[in-house]
Structure formats: structure tokens, C-alpha cells
């Protein structure tokens, strides 16, 4: 029995095996980022399985004992990740929190949607090749200004509390986890924390990434390559769909408003605080994907994924250090 009296349990044996995961995709990415509006327009005309936010740890009693923010290094075959990740992408779920916005639960297609697996995609990658992973990342300061709206917690600690994250990833930024600072400054450093681990350890090619800038100003060019990556016919009702607000837009945001929300943040991070947020993209080494001064992203994925090499951290510390 679950959290709150929901029951888990493998959907009817449909998904029973490696092989039916031919037909799953997994939508990744922070919290805050569009990780629901990217699912929606994947799955506009609910022909997916829609499983939404599987590995929160108090709704699903299958990941109870994953961290708010799990890191998962590749090749670990620990029970404790594989016994419940196993169950989940090879025979599905049914929980009244991850149906909660399912439509089609007898699809032979699956969608899962997590903003809680950003820090183990490369090891999901390495035991499930088969699952398509599209991932998305947003301006940092449009993540921190949602998630400061919506009085939600920065995490920092969860990231700090787990030895090997820090050890293989953030050794070079451990004093950032720690220190005092602004809490728009704490929020980016989550946010960094979360997008730094998948770009350095997905390699090229193996999954599709999604600006949400691209997105919101070059729509039906990424859906198009988007169903393409899914090997599915892009048709127009996905484009349509892209102008519908998801089903967590909250009060106030932006495309409840009519304001643009690719440049709506602006008006919440105080100008005096982009000198800071830049110099923590430049110690996570992520300010050639976005800076602060400018909302769109220096990356586009107009044109290639990332190289894995540009995101070494190796002497890549704070001017001056």
C-alpha cells in the first residue's frame, strides 16, 4: 500500500519484460522547467500510458527509499535501484498519483514523466537502451524565479548528503552546497547541480534535448524534430497543443497571463544579483549554455547536442581561486 491509501501494482502484466520497452519514452528535467507541457505535447492526443512523477518518495511507496533528488552511478546494480526501476519501466504502475493524468491507461505506449531522475538518465540509459529519454532545460533564473513564487524549497542539502554525487561530479563546487547566500543564488546552484550531472555523463546521440526557449519561439520546428527523434509523424494537433497551458500552470505564469514566458522571469531576479548567478554557471561550467544576461539559451539545439567534453569541470574554479 502506498502513500495516503494508493495502492501500487504492476499494470497487468502488459509491460513484462525488456523487450516491451520499445514504446516508452522518458520526458526528464528540473523542476519548474516544462517537464509537464513537454509530456502534454507528446502525448496530445492521449495515445500514451501517461505515468506522471513515479519516484516521489511520499507518494510512491515502490521509491520510498530513493532521495528527494536519487544519484545513481552507472554500472551500480544495487537491489535498492534496480529491484524498483526494474518493476517500473518493465512491467508499469498503477498508483492514483502517477494516473492522475492518465487518459489511456490501456495504450501499449508509455510515457513517464520525472523531475526526480535527472541524476541517474545515464545509468537508466546504460540498463535500458531501449527507452527513448527527451530532456528539457530552462533559463536557471526562470526555474529559480517559478520555484521562489511558489515558495518551494532549494534542496541543496539533498545533493551535499550524497557522498558519491559529490565525489564524481561536484568536488570542484562542494563549498557551493554549503555557503551562505541569496536564496535566488541557492536555487541556481540546484539547478546547476541538476543539469550539470546529465550533460556530462549522457553521451551525445543517445537521447533528444529540448530548450524550453526553442520551444516557446520555435515551436513547430523542435516538435518536428522531436516526433522524428520518437519515430512518430509530427501532425498539426501537436503544434495546436502548444499554446494550451499545462495542467500545472499556476496562477500568475506567464502563459496565463499573456505575458512572454521566455523573458517573464526578468522582472522577479533583481539585476544586481546576474553578476553572482553568472559566476556560479561559470564554476559549474554551464555558462556556455545559458547566462544570465541574456534569456535564451547560447546552445541551441537547433543545431547539435552537447559535447560531453565541454562540460569537463576539470580547473574550472572562480576567477581568481
Excluded at 20 to 27: E, G, Q
Aim: charged content about 25%; some cysteine; glycine content about 6%.
Amino acid at each position: 500500500m502506498g502513500r495516503n491509501g494508493l495502492t501500487d501494482r504492476a499494470a497487468d502484466g502488459t509491460f513484462d519484460g525488456p523487450e516491451k520497452m520499445n514504446d516508452l519514452v522518458f520526458v526528464a528535467g528540473s523542476n519548474r522547467s516544462g517537464t509537464t507541457w513537454l509530456a502534454e505535447l507528446i502525448n496530445y492526443a492521449s495515445e500514451y500510458d501517461y505515468c506522471f512523477e513515479p519516484f516521489h518518495p511520499k507518494q510512491v511507496s515502490l521509491f520510498s527509499g530513493f532521495s528527494w533528488r536519487q544519484y545513481i552511478e552507472t554500472g551500480d546494480k544495487s537491489p535498492r535501484f534496480t529491484v524498483p526501476v526494474d518493476r517500473l519501466l518493465g512491467e508499469g504502475l498503477r498508483n492514483g498519483w502517477t494516473d492522475q493524468f492518465n487518459r489511456n491507461p490501456s495504450s501499449g505506449r508509455r510515457l513517464i514523466k520525472a523531475i526526480r531522475a535527472n541524476l541517474f538518465l545515464a545509468w537508466l540509459r546504460e540498463r535500458y537502451p531501449q527507452v527513448k529519454i527527451v530532456f528539457i532545460l530552462r533559463h536557471p533564473c526562470a526555474v529559480a524565479a517559478s520555484k521562489i513564487r511558489l515558495n518551494w524549497p532549494d534542496g541543496r542539502n539533498v545533493f551535499a548528503n550524497q557522498p558519491a554525487l559529490v565525489e564524481r561530479h561536484l568536488s570542484h563546487v562542494d563549498d557551493l552546497l554549503k555557503e551562505e547566500c541569496s536564496l535566488v543564488n541557492r536555487h541556481v546552484i540546484s539547478w546547476a547541480v541538476e543539469n550539470l550531472v546529465p550533460l556530462q555523463t549522457l553521451q551525445p546521440d543517445t537521447y533528444h534535448l529540448v530548450f524550453y526557449e526553442d520551444l516557446c519561439l520555435h515551436g513547430e520546428r523542435e516538435l518536428e524534430k522531436l516526433f522524428a527523434f520518437l519515430e512518430r509523424r509530427y501532425e498539426p494537433g501537436a503544434l495546436a497543443a502548444l499554446r494550451r497551458p499545462s495542467k500545472l500552470a499556476r496562477q500568475g505564469s506567464a502563459i496565463l497571463t499573456g505575458s512572454d514566458p521566455v523573458t517573464s522571469w526578468q522582472r522577479y531576479i533583481p539585476s544586481a544579483q546576474l553578476a553572482s548567478i553568472d559566476k556560479i554557471l561559470h564554476r559549474f561550467n554551464l555558462e556556455r549554455v545559458y547566462t544570465a544576461d541574456n534569456p535564451l539559451p547560447r546552445l541551441s539545439s537547433a543545431f547539435s547536442q552537447p559535447n560531453l567534453d565541454a562540460f569537463s569541470t576539470t580547473d574550472h574554479t572562480a576567477p581568481g581561486k
